[in-house]
């Protein structure tokens, strides 16, 4: 009897010691540089003033947000209409659900050389365009110059890489909902659109509450792809981060950019739970 007490503990003794190897002791470590000056001594905030102080950190912000608030929610649309696709073909909808997920299996490096082969002067689409006519020579089209046409770039890679991730949560979500509600509902005459409207959005709220709050923090923490296609052109807080760990050498103010992402994806999570949260609990 005693051993079955003890069973779910020590089933879950091996995450737990993963959690602590693996982030509880990074982020004290973390902490502890970012609040501890150069040699030692007593707490401080030198190194997020340093931070805040350099001229890359407002465009590092404003650069990550305006991503987020643009991949995330595209993202978000393209995934639902897949996940629909995916639910509502009939006959081999995991080879359809396959295909769609191989990006998935793409690092985030690997995504950006791709796109960057497309992209770049000798890359495929100046060798289409140069081909056609269309253009008269190769052109530079991922230039400091045009920080719109980086941007797109950007977006159109991640969105490309990781609506997967979305993709499939959506879709196990999707086959949880029971078949006969959409069946009642087409009796009474609801439209497709109001069939999403009324059963699929509100019953998949909690799958889209997992795919938001996962995405958007693996969104602000977007680097790779950055770095392959736009350099240093596009400052991002996880590239800076990178930047002041090891091409500056200062690990307490990349500990301080660190724990900024850390707060701001908890902040945001927050809000998603807070948005996202059940509304239909009748007070007591």
């Known amino acids: 009897m005693r051993e079955t007490r003890w069973l779910p503990y020590a089933l879950l003794l091996p995450a737990t010691a993963f959690l602590l190897a693996f982030f509880l002791l990074p982020f004290i470590e973390v902490a502890l540089n970012a609040f501890t000056p150069k040699g030692g001594g007593p707490f401080s905030l030198n190194h997020f003033r340093t931070m805040i102080g350099d001229w890359k950190f407002g465009p590092a912000v404003r650069n990550t947000f305006v991503l987020t608030l643009i991949i995330v929610p595209l993202q978000t649309i393209l995934a639902l209409a897949l996940a629909n696709l995916v ?155 990178y930047a002041w760990q090891f091409d500056f050498q200062d690990n307490g103010v990349a500990s301080a950019y660190a724990l900024l992402i850390l707060a701001i994806s908890v902040g945001f999570t927050v809000l998603l739970l807070w948005a996202l949260r059940d509304r239909t609990g009748v007070r007591a």
């Open 87 to 241: 639910m509502k073909v009939q006959r081999r909808a995991d080879v359809l659900l396959y295909i769609l997920t191989i990006p998935l299996g793409i690092s985030d490096l690997a995504a950006g050389l791709i796109w960057l082969a497309i992209f770049e002067q000798t890359g495929y689409l100046n060798s289409i365009l140069s081909g056609l006519g269309v253009i008269p020579g190769p052109q530079t089209i991922l230039s400091y110059q045009n920080m719109w046409v980086l941007f797109a770039a950007v977006i159109l890679a991640e969105v490309w890489r990781a609506t997967a991730i979305m993709l499939v949560i959506l879709v196990a979500g999707m086959g949880l909902i029971p078949r006969e509600y959409y069946e009642a509902a087409e009796v009474f005459g609801a439209s497709a659109w109001k069939r999403f409207l009324r059963i699929t959005l509100p019953l998949l709220k909690p799958s889209l509450q997992t795919a938001l709050i996962l995405r958007t923090i693996l969104a602000f923490e977007v680097f790779a792809i950055v770095a392959a296609l736009a350099g240093t052109n596009l400052q991002v807080l996880m590239g800076e981060t």
